[in-house]
């Protein structure tokens, strides 16, 4: 350094080479930026647009703007100009050389997304180039499609369970052949199969009834952090009121289980901190011979969700309690639904950006067709208090019509929604309450 501050000549050739490898550094920023994505963000669960395009379908190599002849170039031009440095300069050809190498574009193999194609009845796995990697042919792509829809719900996921920065495409999507439709599969981004995870049946039982149907998965939900929280959820069910939610570490073992004996989806959502919770939202079955099913809403904690337990409110598997349940809320029956004697299907939806919880309780007709109704309870994410009712279209409709047929009575109107919204019960670890509240902590052991 004593030689630099005396001889000015060294002292500006060695400035030219530094800035000759920040333009270096620069243009392989610029590259990377292009062409290579360190983000580890979890690609959304699903991507059902309709294709008004075909997907480019680039092939070979492609090569970056940044190319090795390129930097052969300059780092020739920079020798020439400066023949003093001309070891100095053959170290940064090298350095040139070594980056350039690194620039050109291999093929991308990594899934970056997917599209339920309905034309060709398969999932369509996309790099973020909109290459087409694989294509897996499925039984019914547009039922699975339809089910996520209706239930706001995702069966198919694409993350990097590892970390590794390879990302794996999980889906309960069910093959058109080879695999049981009760195995939830891994594929890495060649549509090699990597792994698969068994349905936690067929042989369960509830208060001595056994339920020997096949489960299949259905809903997913995946959390990188916590560490505490980390894993991936997935949601199972046979058609009939068993249900599980299962947590499955990244290698796919499961290392949790929540049992509920009737149907539901999972969802995930932010507590008032900011910490992951899972809301479930569906049907208990526990009263269901007696007529009093009910639809409910649950908050879990994720990190809670070890060993096999049983939820507090549909004892019966004979498995320990889970202490995973914050809070769990029952909804009231509507006269409508009493009226036609069959449970309305719920299903939750998050708005963007919102701190709402939107519970929906509806008929199984389409909206569009005659008799249909549906009623939305607003709830907040902080304290589930419920801050409004509302309904959808046809439902006054519907009303009037059971009421013409004397099956049910009253005017349909506010006060009509305000009595829904009081009918609300909390569970608070012993007893149902008409305010929001949390469920106490009881000895698990009992």
């Not at 980056?99 to 309905?118: A, C, H, T, V």
């Not at 049992?259 to 999972?266: I, R, S, T």
Request: charged letters at 25%; hydrophobic letters at 35%; one cysteine or more.
């Amino acid at each position: 350094m004593d030689h630099l501050a005396e001889c000015e000549g060294c002292r500006k050739t060695f400035e030219n080479i530094g800035r000759y490898y920040e333009d270096v550094k620069r243009e392989y920023a610029k590259a990377s930026g292009l062409r290579k994505s360190t983000s580890k963000v979890i690609v959304p669960a699903r991507k059902h647009l309709e294709q008004y395009f075909e997907p480019m379908k680039s092939g070979g190599i492609v090569l970056s703007e940044v190319t090795i002849p390129t930097l052969w170039r300059r780092a020739r031009d920079f020798a020439s100009i400066h023949p003093v440095a001309s070891s100095l300069a053959g170290f940064i050809l090298a350095i040139g050389l070594l980056i350039g190498s690194e620039l050109i574009k291999r093929p991308d193999k990594n899934p970056s997304y997917f599209f339920y194609n309905q034309g060709s009845n398969s999932l369509d796995v996309y790099d973020r180039s909109d290459k087409l990697l694989f294509s897996m042919p499925a039984y019914d792509i547009k039922g699975q499609k339809r089910y996520e829809e209706d239930m706001d719900a995702c069966q198919s996921i694409i993350t990097d369970l590892s970390g590794k920065g390879d990302n794996e495409v999980i889906t309960g999507v069910i093959p058109r052949r080879g695999l049981f439709p009760d195995v939830l599969r891994a594929y890495d981004g060649t549509g090699h199969l990597i792994t698969s995870v068994p349905s936690p049946g067929p042989h369960i039982a509830f208060k001595g009834q056994g339920y020997d149907a096949p489960f299949q998965p259905g809903g997913l939900v995946y959390l990188s952090t916590p560490e505490s929280a980390r894993g991936l959820f997935a949601y199972y069910g046979n058609g009939r009121s068993p249900s599980v939610l299962l947590r499955l570490d990244d290698k796919l073992q499961v290392v949790g289980s929540y049992w509920h004996y009737g149907n539901f989806a999972p969802h995930l959502i932010s507590s008032e901190t900011g910490k992951p919770e899972i809301a479930i939202a569906g049907m208990n079955d526990l009263d269901d011979m007696r007529g009093n099913k009910y639809n409910f809403l649950a908050i879990l904690d994720p990190s809670k969700i070890t060993g096999q337990r049983e939820s507090r409110l549909t004892p019966g598997f004979g498995f320990a309690k889970s202490d995973a349940e914050i809070y769990y809320v029952k909804f009231p029956k509507s006269s409508i639904e009493i009226a036609e004697g069959i449970g309305g299907q719920a299903r939750i939806t998050r708005g963007s950006g919102d701190d709402l919880i939107h519970y929906y309780v509806a008929s199984l007709k389409d909206l569009g067709r005659t008799g249909a109704w549906e009623f939305e309870f607003v709830i907040s994410v902080n304290g589930m208090e419920v801050r409004e009712v509302k309904f959808s279209s046809p439902t006054p409709e519907t009303f009037e019509a059971l009421k013409k047929e004397g099956k049910v009575r009253g005017v349909f109107g506010p006060a009509y929604l305000g009595e829904l919204k009081k009918s609300v019960r909390y569970w608070d670890g012993s007893k149902w309450v008409d305010f929001p509240t949390k469920i106490h902590p009881i000895d698990l052991a009992n």
